[in-house]
């Protein structure tokens, strides 16, 4: 048994291309809805009709909640249970998914950049396919580990960093590719806009989740800082 957890709220742009991947992935899901308002709901029954769908006891994206809450989900699940975002995507040697108990995979992150920025992009086809381009997690930068790595495990409960991200890859032979600056467009700005306005109070004077505090130009200068380390992962990572 394979489980994706995810958090969502008003994902209607993104949503079709990481159900599409994520339904050939893992056997089930269980996605936490944060009072959407948008077509999120409908968009869900229509690609994924069997997986659950739960409204979330936070009414914020608090880091503390959003991780407890996952903990708990994690915690009623057997098998192997993962956490993604809706901008990710785990790719890779799913092989390794096997029945040996108490395992914990640590999956490098690409951070996945748009070279075709405006250009068309449809639902009907994948979104890795569409946009391959990406920056190597190994390759020697200083931006190449800017989202360091996600876990996959087959344990009771993990107990997770704040934010749910580990430095450390223990599993070069999955990938979790981050779509955080790809597609580059005007509903993607817009997505990424909408999230600071759900952060608590608290966690802004923490500075957690400082990375979603920003305005249109400061996303197109990250997009702008980003570009040159890019390459096409396609032929890299097999995808």
């Not at 040996?100 to 996945?112: A, D, F, R, T």
């Not at 200083?142 to 704040?162: D, F, G, K, Q, W």
Request: hydrophobic letters at 35%; a negative charge; glycine letters at 4%.
């Amino acid at each position: 048994m394979k489980t994706v957890i995810m958090h969502f709220y008003n994902e209607e742009y993104m949503l079709p291309w990481w159900l599409m991947h994520h339904r050939e992935v893992f056997d089930h899901g269980i996605l936490i809805d944060y009072d959407s308002t948008d077509r999120s709901l409908e968009i869900i029954k229509e690609y994924c009709p069997t997986w659950q769908v739960v409204k979330s006891r936070n009414r914020q994206f608090g880091a503390v909640k959003c991780d407890e809450e996952i903990i708990y989900y994690e915690s009623t699940i057997p098998g192997w249970k993962m956490c993604l975002n809706v901008t990710e995507y785990l790719v890779g040697d799913y092989s390794l998914l096997n029945g040996e108990p108490g395992q914990v995979l640590k999956v490098p992150c690409y951070i996945m950049v748009d070279t075709q920025k405006d250009a068309e992009i449809t639902h009907d086809k994948s979104l890795i396919k569409q946009r391959p381009f990406g920056i190597p997690y190994d390759r020697a930068n200083p931006i190449s580990i800017e989202r360091v790595c996600r876990a996959i495990h087959n344990t009771t409960s993990l107990s997770y960093p704040t934010g749910r991200h580990f430095v450390d890859s223990n599993c070069m032979q999955l990938q979790v590719l981050w779509y955080g600056y790809s597609p580059m467009n005007q509903k993607m700005l817009e997505r990424k806009l909408q999230i600071q306005h759900r952060i608590p109070d608290s966690d802004k004077a923490q500075r957690l989740g400082n990375e979603h505090i920003t305005d249109e130009q400061g996303l197109n200068k990250t997009y702008n800082r980003y570009l040159p380390f890019v390459t096409d992962l396609s032929v890299e990572l097999k995808l």
